[in-house]
């Protein structure tokens, strides 16, 4: 059921079909027509106005101009001294018939736009503008109070000028809410942004007939528009008898209105609407211009501080430090803010005053879902959007958030705290209001929950900000990219590579250690045991020149099989590194198993060649000991199942300051008379557990013997590519 | 008839000498054609005939310029006549999947090339007791 739609009193509004019959009136047609409205419906144009004036109505509507005409005096009915205003739509016309002002006006429409225009530009700031822009309206149109209306982002709105010749109460400060300007009713002043009301003719009237098609001009453009009831109630509590209001809008959104009332009975006809509509968007314009140009100049003053920041992100060697850095840090950056956080990779710092750690990450939790990566979010009243935010107002009445990355999981955050208010409404909580008591009285209430609100400027900061983070990271993560990519290229030449000169060098040495042999066995006699030991000589060389290669082509190998991690049992890994140490240097090797052992995550073969390179190490540098003591173990860290094996032996021990050169390749940190072998096995120990994404380190002190303690990575998954 | 032979298919020469004086120390070890890349084996294979017949067995290592071992090892399997001709890959790798793709295309065995004279002595020896010693080829035809 459409709604009803109804007129203000002192106009008459006629609907003329395209065949020039009138489908709808408003119902006070009735009076002029002499009979009841609903008759009207249906008779010809012709009924009612003259053929001079329809001509004129339709030539006006035919080219959509805003010319009034005026009503002759030889009408067919006695219209009196109106004039009507003509809407367009389709083919056919909407008539608004309006008393016309028939006494001249006491100023020049013109000299006034000037001088209006004047005062925009003279003015610096914005108040400025609005008071002047009171005064004026106030005096060219006998309003005896104008108020300039300022809208906030939650609906209410205060009143930021005012012009009262005393007739009134004041208004200055007081602040409004949603309820008293819906935004339900914002449209109706997108296309007529003026909207007056001469309160001595009481009531409204109902259109009758069809107005299917014309509910939005009737609702929204006619100038003698039905005005929303809280401003009607307004005007009753107020006894205000002549309302205006004309709309400011920025862009899209209502920025505010200005409000005039007067005393006495004030009526705007079409011409000093239009001059009104004019001042309008002149008015707006130009605050938009003036806001703009205070962001800039704002802009331009922290910008010296925005440059800072960017220089130490610049210099510094990771993105946390960067923002870390005192001096303007984080918090000057934004101006009256009290505290700041940083959660970049699950890591949260915090600088000044901010809500505890944990409810900061739950704050930005939540904030996921609140913002896309490439803006920012922000609410100078977190309790009003936030659960929690209630229990936060101390440190956080007003946050400002900043997403870092496409996820949304890494972030900067800006904290207000509350600034506790004593704010005087002009009208009481609508949960109280009934028909009885007045709804426009001043109440002073608390204004909890707030903190100063966000501008433009801080926002602008913030997203700045973060399009130079993301530039940042971008070009560090690409560079990260490249250079893992060569690193990977790098890895790979160097694995074939080993592994090329390691067959490669197999033959000579075949050549030399085989055919040494050839010699002893065919020469030996010719040679004598001087020749056989030099002989001897070569073939051991040869030998150990066989271990190295070896142990460089293992050692390059580790990198290239694929990984197929299971749960090891340790005991059978000690056992069969036993034996193989054992088999190599010729005598029983005692190991020490201590449980209880948990399983070993890894690759079966990888973890048998650690276990085997670590126990033949152990044994080799604790043969000197009368009793030689091989422990294998595994020692817990904490509660939550983190720990290391461990191999332990009561050898020669290691100096602290060798403790990272052990693994290197082979480095030695003794002679190689008394201990035989090489040094890659703890380099190829150290790579296979880097290859399972764990780690080895060493507990030892020189004489007191050594510990290598490792653990694997319980995540792993079997790879079947190197280098994942 | 088959000629007591063994072809060897190696491009180090040192390797190849290495091989011919482990050969010798045999009691009456047969005779050894070299071949110095994988090309003039497969060629001299192809082109047997009554009168030059098949050797008894054939040795490849797998790296050698040109045509590496395991290509020459696949035409052989692949030809009529070389089909069932005994052929050893060895080689310095002890690679498991170079030891898989001999197998997959048809190698006999796969041997890892000794280092020390003693072992390549032994291993020839157990090569010319199973392959040459109690092998017999099918007579060749024509």
Known sequence: MPQELYIQSYAYVLTVAPDGTVCAVSENVGEIWGKAAATAIGQPAEAFFGPATLERMREVAHRDSLKEIPLEPDEPLPWGTRQAVVHHHYDGMLLEIEPRIAVHRDFSREVALREIHHSITGTETIPALLNTLCRRIGSYLHYDRVIAYELESDGSGVVREEFNNGRFSSLYGIRYRLEDLPKEFHPRYSVENV?????????????????????????????????????DRFAREEEVQGL???????????????????RDERYL????????????????????????????????ASESIRSRIRENLASASSLVEGLQRADPGLVELIPETTGAAILLDAELVTMGRTPPSDEIRRLLDWAQSQVGSRDVFATDNLASVY???????????????????????????????ERAQQVTFGSIRSAEVNPETKRFASTVEIRRGYSRAWTEDALDTARDLQTYIREVIMERYSQLTRINHRLQVAY????????????????????????????????????????????????????????????????????RVPLNPINCDVPTLVRSAVQEVENQVGHEVRVDIRQPL?????????????????????????????????????????????????VSDNGIGIDKSHHERVFGMFNRLVTAEEYRGNGVGLAITRRILSRHNGEIRIESEPNHGAIFLFYTDENLTPTTKPFE | MYANQIL???????????FQRALQRLDSPPELIWCKNGLDALEGLLNASASSPLPRLAIL??????????????????????????????????????????????????????????????????????????????????
């Open chain 1, 195 to 231: 909207l007056c009301s001469p309160r001595s003719l009481e009531g409204k009237y109902r259109m009758v007939g069809d107005v299917d098609g014309t509910h939005e001009i009737i609702r929204d453009c006619l100038g003698c528009r039905e005005i929303y009831p809280t401003l």
């Open chain 1, 244 to 262: 205006l209001s004309i709309a400011l809008w920025d862009k899209d959104e209502l920025w505010g209105m200005i409000f005039a009332h007067s």
């Open chain 1, 269 to 300: 006809d079409h011409q000093l609407r239009n001059f009104c509509h004019l001042v309008g968007i002149l008015v707006s314009q130009s605050l938009v211009n003036r806001a703009s140009n205070q962001t800039h100049r704002q802009l331009l």
């Open chain 1, 387 to 417: 659960e929690r935010g209630a229990e936060l107002t101390a440190t956080s009445a007003g946050v400002l958030l900043l997403p870092l990355n496409l996820r949304c999981t890494d972030w900067i955050v800006w904290f207000r705290r």
């Open chain 1, 492 to 559: 790979e030449e160097l694995e074939s590579f080993s592994y090329t000169v390691s067959h490669d060098l197999r033959a000579p040495l075949r050549g030399i250690d085989g055919f040494a042999e050839i010699l002893l066995e065919d020469f030996a006699g010719r040679i004598g045991s001087e020749g056989t030991a030099l002989i001897h000589v070569i073939q051991q060389n040869a030998v150990r020149m066989n271990q190295f290669i070896t142990d460089i082509l293992e050692l390059s190998r580790i990198g």
């Open chain 1, 598 to 646: 948990p399983t070993i995550w890894g690759d079966y073969r990888l973890m048998a060649m650690v276990f085997r390179h670590l126990i033949s190490n152990a044994v080799k540098y604790s043969q000197g000991q009368d009793t030689p003591e091989i422990e294998v173990g595994y020692r817990r860290a904490n509660n939550f199942g983190d720990g290391e094996f461990y």
């Open chain 2, 8 to 18: 060897l298919a190696e491009d180090d020469s040192t390797d190849a000498e290495f």
């Open chain 2, 61 to 142: 290592d797998i790296k050698m310029p040109g045509m590496s071992g395991l290509e020459v090892l696949e035409k052989l399997k692949a030809n009529e006549r070389t089909r069932n001709l005994p052929i050893i890959i060895m080689s310095s790798s002890d690679e498991p999947q170079d030891i898989a793709q001999a197998y997959d295309f048809g190698a006999n065995s796969y041997l890892v090339k000794p280092n020390r004279f003693q072992d390549l002595r032994e291993l020839v020896g157990s090569i010319n007791s199973f392959w040459i010693k109690t092998n017999r080829l099918r007579p060749m035809v024509g």
